[in-house]
């Protein structure tokens, strides 16, 4: 196997690597900032649920929660395992997981923002609403964008835990390539390609963090 | 009457803020709250703009009332969509400005009267940009409020409470986040919104211009109004110890 041949096969492990991650940002983002509102929820109940549902996605492994989701309907009603419902439950668990995180982040950017910026909107007659929307969440977005940075570029090298459930993502590929031809380069070109990946997304989120740095 | 408020009583926790305070203000009725720190006057003014709720008493703008003490004796308010009628009566000049960094100068004054008042876009800028003219800031249409000095920041949050067109104004301390220079640009713009009859109520420590601008100064201390009337018996002949030790206090 020429080294050409290696470098093709890792980067169709790449672009398995890819689809977690591009999926799991597309979900984790919008759902974090729900499940942050739940957990500033002025209703407790609501509040403690979303405080119990964080500190479980926090205190436990990432992989253990891939094979919950993976194997609890077929645990709990008997469902068939399909290659797809694999795939699905790695797209779960990595928003589910990432969401938890965004939202405690957001909490941070939100309760960041000096109490005067909702007073005056709530005296400009502001609704509740339009508060959030106008003055609040684009405020917490250029807050929150050097911590959400740092998520993203974990989430890159997370994706190596989809493994668990047996999805050909990069690292998978680079361990089985590894082990048949008794070689540790192809592990090293992997750290290359996920060290590459990185960069190029630490130059998007820099890019965004300028392109909201006209106002301080 | 523009406002009334009547037997305002407010405590946190333990510590009465306001026992028992009536004010009015008539239209056209420049009036300055002066006292010491922790005498209740900024709570007071951030009970007449809800956003400290009394704990009993009655608030009414344009002699309707918007809160009141029902008859268990606990404060009740008009329902959220009443109450933002009523904001549109008043605006409110904060200490630390608040203008919304996110926004432009122009979207700062546009904003709120587009979005909360639902008034034409159009019409909306073209007073937004004569208010600017007469705040002295007509070049500054596109800056961002953190390119702006403290005293243009101030004047920019005057005219975005003006762009509300309220009915009165209350100004919490307008200069205390200021230095000595930047103060007088923020007055002189006060004096002549008094001059024009705009109904205002400044919280101030500036002695002089509370003199020069009120028709009528109130002396607060430890949450009851300790003596009010025309500026020139307050500030120059207090009737009460208590104002006099103050106003001691304070020339030195």
């Known amino acids: 196997m020429t080294f050409w041949t290696i470098c093709a096969q890792l980067l169709q492990g790449l672009g398995s690597s890819l689809m977690i991650f591009v999926l799991t940002l597309l979900f984790s983002l919008p759902l974090g900032l729900l499940v942050c509102l739940g957990r500033m929820s002025k209703a407790a109940p609501l509040r403690g649920v979303m405080r119990f549902f964080i500190s479980i996605l926090r205190g436990t492994p990432l992989m253990l929660q891939l094979l919950v989701v993976c194997y609890a309907p077929y645990y709990v009603f008997g469902c068939r395992l399909t290659t797809d419902w694999r795939f699905m439950a790695i797209i779960i668990g990595f928003v589910v997981n990432y969401a938890a995180y965004f939202a405690e982040i957001f909490r941070a950017g939100i309760e960041s923002i000096p109490a005067g910026q909702r007073e005056a909107a709530e005296v400009l007659g502001y609704t509740r609403n339009q508060t959030f929307r106008k003055i609040i969440l684009p405020q917490m977005v250029k807050r929150v964008v050097p911590p959400v940075t740092n998520e993203v570029i974990t989430l890159v090298k997370d994706t190596s835990l989809a493994f668990v459930l047996a999805y050909s993502e990069m690292f998978t590929v680079a361990k089985q390539i590894a082990a048949a031809q008794t070689n540790v380069a192809p592990l090293f070109v992997a750290g290359l390609f996920y060290f590459i990946f990185n960069g190029v997304v630490a130059w998007g989120m820099e890019r965004i963090e300028k392109g909201l740095a006209y106002y301080s | ?252």
């Open chain 2, 1 to 252: 009457m523009i406002l009334e408020m009547n037997n305002i009583k407010k405590s946190f926790g333990e510590l009465d803020v306001l026992k028992d305070i009536s004010l009015y203000v008539d239209k056209g009725e420049v009036v300055s709250i002066i006292g010491p720190s922790g005498s209740g006057k900024s709570t007071l003014l951030r009970c007449a703009t809800f956003l400290e709720t009394i704990d009993s008493g009655e608030i009414k703008y344009m002699d309707r009332a918007a809160a009141w003490t029902d008859e268990s004796g606990a404060a009740a308010y008009l329902p959220p969509a009443e109450l933002r009628k009523v904001k549109s009566c008043y605006g409110l000049v904060f200490q630390q400005f608040n203008l919304f960094p996110h926004y432009s100068v122009m979207k700062n004054l546009v904003d709120a009267p587009v979005s909360v008042q639902r008034r034409d876009r159009g019409e909306a800028a073209e007073e937004a940009k004569a208010l600017l003219i007469k705040m002295g800031l007509a070049d500054k249409a596109d800056a961002y409020p953190c390119q702006l000095s403290g005293g243009q920041q101030q004047r920019v949050a005057i005219a975005r409470a003006l762009a509300m067109n309220p009915e009165i104004l209350f100004f919490d301390e307008p200069t205390s986040a200021l230095d000595p220079e930047l103060t007088g640009e923020v007055l002189k713009v006060i004096r002549q919104l008094a001059d024009e009859n705009m109904t205002m109520v400044i919280v101030t420590h500036e002695m002089a211009f509370a003199r020069a601008v009120s028709d009528r100064v109130i002396f607060m201390d430890g949450g009851v109004i300790v003596e009010q009337g025309d500026p020139e018996s307050v500030l120059g002949d207090p009737a009460e110890d208590r104002t006099k030790q103050f106003l001691r206090n304070y020339q030195r």
